[in-house]
């Protein structure tokens, strides 16, 4: 079992960060994560190369990170929500997920033949609502070929309990990894 973890966090030790090492102490198999902060992964630059030959022309991190998403298993999402959307830079590395859209709307080809599960985990606090980044979320994963989606594992009280205190939001996660640990897709 090989699972894909996008962590759209700075803080290395936060609350969202703390959520993923949660879940990836209950995962089977292997973990690869992609910080979205710290990695080599430059945004798409709208060249539209994309569109006439279904790949991407910058030669960074994502090339590595198109045939990961091929072949794994599981795919989550862990953000932040800032001003009621998942961080600005988890969506830059995500941009460069236009190449799949372009093969499966311009070539006809679906670019994760592999079916796979995908996860979302969303951390805030304040008044904003984390609706929008939830829908952007689900979004991506389908276009990474999550055709099961666990329910989105929630926590917006960040301003008063830090996430690894709660029990119930621990609980979710544990449910999420248990999804993820499914031996039929």
């Keep these: 079992m090989n699972t894909l973890i996008f962590n759209g966090s700075p803080r290395k030790n936060g609350d969202t960060v703390s959520l993923i090492n949660e879940t990836a102490m209950h995962l089977e198999g292997s973990f690869k994560t992609v910080d979205a902060y710290y990695c080599n992964i430059s945004p798409c630059i709208d060249c539209r190369y994309c569109m006439k030959y279904y790949d991407c022309c910058i030669n960074d991190g994502m090339k590595e990170l198109y045939s990961y998403i091929k072949t794994c298993d599981n795919i989550l999402i862990a953000s932040p929500v800032h001003f009621s959307q998942l961080t600005g830079q988890l969506l830059s590395v995500c941009s460069r997920l236009q190449a799949f859209y372009c093969s499966k709307v311009f070539g006809g080809i679906d670019p994760v033949p592999k079916k796979k599960r995908g996860g979302i985990i969303l951390v805030g606090g304040g008044d904003g609502s984390p609706d929008s980044a939830g829908k952007t979320a689900v979004t991506l994963l389908k276009l990474m070929g999550a055709e099961r989606i666990h329910p989105i594992v929630c926590y917006h009280n960040t301003d008063s309990v830090p996430a690894h205190k ?17 031996q039929n897709g």
């Design 166 to 182: 709660d029990g119930s939001v621990l609980m979710q996660v544990k449910s999420l990894a248990d999804f993820f640990n499914e």
